[in-house]
């Protein structure tokens, strides 16, 4: 697979440069070394994509279903014939080792399976009428074109989420990508489905910056839906937009994950699984744990154990198979996960582990005596960086967990399951996993968050909820007998 090939727009089935005159360098996080330059999108080309996904869309609804899933399997062909060159570019453009490309891989792969289930799946009813003699038929129909917009952390896994789904679900898909990930979350997929054998301009794939296009993507009259993924503060303004717009926003938002630990849990299996839930891909995963929330008589038991588990992990070249903390995606993550964690030493918090930052490479922390209400407890840390808050009761435990505007992920540790149960319950989350890490997301579930954590649920039957709607035409045999 030529990488270069990947540093173009898609648009209309066509590889070409976009029409701006500025232009997008992709740049490998761990050494610098540019892998393609874009010659970024301009409005005329947004414009040109949702056309043509408009367009191809028409011709998609001709294809029998069978077909339209044979076209959608034959995607995970492609995958499985190229994962290493797959595999290079996640650990090449984002700095990911090449556990966390296995990890993605197979959740795009699933992803694909289940949602090429949807062209079969397109079911209506009919409903009986107070009228006699009349007949009422819902069909559930295509939305018409989806708007993605996906993150830098997994953008292989988080674009496919709404792409494959819609395009099961019978419409013409824009994405755009995020600019630190163009050809993983972007371009790569475009290049999958287009072997793959979808209609020329069915997806759509458009590298650009808000700078050069400003709201053109969302505000563009043709996409129905608009599904972003990324932080809060972004996919706010986004789903106000959309709004505005009239368009159905779909928002997969931020997280501050906690990961409760009972006196009664098994400490060294809760030691795995929270290493695993904050530090894999360095902790830039929106269900990541972000606090890890210790009942107090296990407490130093924990915190010696976690700390001596922490210490082990390498930093280092993600191509590495040893490597465990690859480095962060920019410059400006890096930056501001300092700033965070001296804040947090300032206002009293103290490091367990002290990990050194050396442009984008940033080591683990683990920080303890924080408070609930500092701003490490309070934001989402999306780096290798952890806080140990001890607590005394369960009740004080799920006050601590819901003491926060979002509301992703979480997990509780404890040998009484259904007492992790009856404790999920009262933690306002979109998820929550007993004995289990806070990282997960099954093709069939429903995936989504509360509060400032997002807008809608996706994956399985909620997909195909999400990116369809559902026309009702009703038939009258007879003929009505009216008042006048």
């Not at 501001?336 to 206002?347: H, P, R, V, Y």
């Not at 997990?411 to 399951?417: D, E, G, P, V």
Request: proline share 5%; aromatic share 8%; net charge negative.
């Amino acid at each position: 697979m030529d990488f270069q090939q990947l540093g173009k727009q898609f648009i209309g089935g066509e590889w070409r440069d976009g029409k701006s005159t500025k232009s997008l360098p992709d740049i490998n996080p761990y050494n610098d070394a540019v892998i393609a330059t874009f010659q970024i999108a301009n409005v005329a080309d947004i414009d040109c994509a949702y056309q043509a996904a408009y367009k191809a869309k028409l011709e998609w609804d001709k294809v029998n279903p069978y077909a339209k899933r044979d076209i959608l399997e034959n995607a995970v062909k492609y995958i499985e014939a190229h994962e290493e060159e797959i595999t290079s570019i996640i650990v090449q453009e984002l700095g990911g080792t090449r556990l966390k490309a296995a990890f993605e891989i197979g959740l795009v792969k699933n992803m694909i399976k289940e949602a090429a289930t949807f062209p079969l799946r397109m079911e209506g009813k009919i409903l009986p009428s107070v009228e006699d003699g009349k007949e009422n038929r819902l069909y559930r129909i295509p939305v018409g074109v989806v708007g993605v917009i996906s993150p830098f952390n997994f953008p292989f896994f988080l674009s496919m989420k709404s792409v494959v789904p819609a395009l099961g679900a019978g419409n013409g898909v824009v994405l755009k990508p995020h600019e630190d990930s163009p050809i993983t979350g972007g371009t790569l997929i475009g290049k999958i489905f287009e072997e793959a054998g979808v209609p020329k301009g069915l997806l759509n794939v458009v590298v650009t910056d808000i700078k050069e296009i400003g709201d053109a993507f969302v505000e563009h009259p043709i996409p129905r839906v608009i599904s972003f993924t990324g932080s809060t503060k972004v996919g706010s303004y986004i789903g106000q937009l959309a709004v505005k717009n009239f368009k159905k926003p779909l928002l997969e938002l931020g997280g501050n994950s906690a990961f409760i630990i009972l006196e009664d849990a098994d400490i060294d299996y809760a030691v795995q699984a929270a290493t695993f839930s904050r530090f894999t891909h360095q902790g830039q995963i929106c269900m990541s744990a972000n606090r890890i929330l210790v009942q107090q008589t296990i407490y130093q038991d924990f915190t010696d154990k976690f700390r001596d588990k922490v210490s082990t992990l390498t930093t280092g070249d993600p191509s590495d198979p040893q490597t465990i903390i690859g480095p962060v995606i920019n410059n400006r993550q890096a930056e501001t996960l300092e700033k965070l964690i001296a804040s947090g030493i300032e206002q009293g918090a103290s490091a367990l582990v002290q990990g050194k930052i050396t442009g984008r490479m940033v080591e683990p922390t683990v920080l303890v005596n924080v408070q609930p209400d500092m701003a490490v407890a309070q934001e989402e840390l999306f780096g290798p960086v952890v806080c140990i808050i001890p607590f005394e009761t369960e009740e004080d435990a799920i006050e601590i967990a819901n003491d926060t505007r979002f509301g992703l992920s979480g997990a509780i540790h404890t040998s009484n399951l259904e007492r992790g149960v009856e404790m999920a319950k009262k933690i306002h989350t979109g998820m929550i996993h007993v004995n289990d890490i806070t990282i997960n997301d099954e093709p069939i579930v429903a995936f989504g968050g509360e509060k400032q954590s997002g807008l809608g649920r996706l994956n399985g039957e909620w997909s195909l909820d999400e990116f369809t709607t559902l026309k009702w035409i009703s038939v009258n045999y007879k003929q009505r007998k009216f008042p006048y």
